[in-house]
């Protein structure tokens, strides 16, 4: 079966960096676009970034522009998630998700598998 697995959270502090990364199997993965998304306690899911099959094309929410880079690699079946300049309001569980749609897909409806999360906390 279709397995997305996430890694690379922790607790940091404002203003340094980490690099979330998801490894995906049971799936033809460069087949797939692949997205990040994320949610806050008591908030909805939402579009991080997203990364088209062939990596050509990408698309990033305004709130991450700039800082956030998505990144994929069709033989090792990952896809990464570079994260710059992290503020407070970028705490949240971070989702890695798999969509067939052909193009770098901003919508979580689209999406048809998940990871099971993991957890960024960035302090002041």
């Known amino acids: 079966q279709v397995q997305l697995v996430e890694s690379g959270g922790g607790l940091v502090q404002a203003g340094v960096s980490l690099r979330l990364s998801c490894a995906a199997s049971?799936?033809?993965?460069?087949?797939?676009?692949m997205g990040w998304f994320r949610q806050a306690p008591g908030k909805e899911r939402e579009f991080v970034a997203a990364?088209?099959?062939?990596?050509?094309?990408?698309d990033y929410a305004d709130s991450v522009k700039g800082r956030f880079t998505i990144s994929r690699d069709n033989f090792k079946n990952t896809v990464d998630l570079q994260m710059n300049s992290l503020q407070p309001e970028d705490t949240a569980e971070y989702y890695c998700?798999?969509?067939?749609?052909?193009?770098?897909?901003?919508?979580?409806?689209?999406?048809?598998?998940w990871g099971q999360g993991t957890q960024v906390t960035v302090s002041s």
């Open positions: 998700g798999a969509t067939p749609r052909p193009y770098a897909s901003t919508w979580k409806s689209d999406y048809d598998y």
């Open positions: 990364i088209s099959w062939s990596g050509k094309s990408t």
């Open positions: 049971g799936l033809t993965f460069s087949s797939y676009t």
